[in-house]
């Protein structure tokens, strides 16, 4: 399995980026996929998560109303939409799977629920 982050980059406070992940090496339908990110000295966190099938997303507080999560499944490929970017989003940004289950609602968050993980791709906001 491989998930490979792209779309990462400098951008103003304000601003916007899109990332994508693509996933190859799985039945990506699927899956559920998640975004988390990890800053200097920080653990990593839970951004934002979508289901394999229903459509169902859940965010982080913090990116609630500025970031939209969404997958194209003929692409194998879960995008992360972030605008009004802040100084406090800059952050490695990390792709991850989960075999799709019943648990969604309450693994979505869950770092240790996730078994697959991409490499990331850095985000970094200038104030």
């Known amino acids: 399995v491989q998930l490979q982050a792209s779309g990462g980059g400098l951008v103003q406070a304000g601003g916007s980026l899109r990332l994508s992940c693509a996933a190859s090496?799985?039945?990506?339908?699927?899956?559920?996929m998640g975004w988390f990110r990890q800053a200097p000295g920080k653990e990593r966190e839970f951004v934002a998560g979508?289901?394999?099938?229903?459509?169902?997303?859940g965010y982080a507080d913090s990116v609630k109303g500025r970031f939209i999560i969404s997958r194209d499944n003929d692409k194998n490929t879960v995008y992360l939409q972030m605008n009004s970017l802040k100084p406090e989003d800059t952050a490695v940004y990390h792709c991850?799977?989960?075999?799709?289950?019943?648990?969604?609602?309450?693994?979505?968050?869950?770092?240790?629920?996730?078994?697959?993980w991409g490499q990331g791709t850095q985000v970094t906001v200038s104030s």
């Open positions: 090496g799985l039945t990506f339908s699927r899956y559920d």
């Open positions: 979508i289901r394999w099938i229903g459509g169902n997303t």
């Open positions: 991850a799977a989960r075999s799709g289950d019943s648990r969604w609602f309450v693994a979505f968050r869950v770092v240790s629920s996730y078994g697959y």
